[in-house]
């Protein structure tokens, strides 16, 4: 996934490229109006309103018009009639600074599930295949090295979750919310368990990797 970042702060800048780029999304950053209308078509533009060469709601309109891109505007206006400007004006969600690195990512999965809900194909179906293991989201089956892989509902859901996304780096809260449908607290390490259990069941195949602080990824 590939984010836009249109930040003129050289020390915000540097701070959402570590996280972002820590996360496991490709980045790339810009810090006027015009270089971000000149920039790649990127997944998700994290734009701040407060540009040196213009104002941003223009470039927010300028960017509506890119068809598969969602944008977040990131800026420190953050009186109600600010964020409903932004917006109107067809912003995908509005984060005040100063703002958490957590909550900066949980926006930005929170809109790639609307946006990938809404792209979403019948071929998306299809079975995956990642290294010697196979799963057919439509019948639940799971092989790993041709032979039949005895999964419970919950770890097919989060091994199929992490198999779509195979290669990207999946947070926590954003499996919580798939599979479990909710945002929980306290019991912290039912994914953990489940990401153990997981690991055990498909050996030295496949690899579910963790990064820390953030989440899991299914290497390729």
């Known amino acids: 996934m590939r984010v836009l970042v249109v930040e003129d702060d050289d020390r915000v800048a540097r701070g959402l490229l570590t996280a972002l780029r820590h996360a496991g999304y490709e980045v790339h950053r810009v810090a006027t109006a015009a270089d ?74 929170a809109v790639l599930r609307r946006t990938r809900t809404h792209r979403a194909e019948p071929e998306s179906e299809a079975p995956v295949q990642v290294g010697a293991l196979e799963l057919s989201p439509t019948t ?20 199929a979750l992490l198999a779509a996304r195979k290669g990207e780096v999946v947070s926590r809260d954003f499996i919580v919310d798939q ?29 579910i990797e963790t990064v820390r602080g953030v989440g899991y990824r299914l290497a390729t």
């Open 36 to 109: 971000a209308l000149r920039a790649a078509p990127a997944d998700v533009v994290l734009l701040d309103l407060g540009l040196p060469d213009g104002d941003g709601l223009d470039v927010l309109r300028e960017l509506r018009h890119r068809p598969g891109t969602a944008v977040i505007t990131v800026t420190a206006r953050g009186e109600e009639r600010e964020r409903v400007l932004g917006l109107r004006a067809g912003a995908d969600d509005y984060v005040v600074k100063p703002f958490g690195t957590s909550e900066l990512l949980a926006r930005i999965e």
């Open 140 to 159: 639940r089956a799971v092989t790993l090295a041709g032979e039949p892989l005895s999964l419970t509902r919950k770890e097919f859901d989060l091994l």
């Open 179 to 207: 599979v479990w449908q909710a945002h929980w607290e306290a019991p912290s390490r039912t994914l953990d368990t489940h990401i153990a259990a997981l690991r055990g069941k498909l050996g030295g195949h496949v690899k």
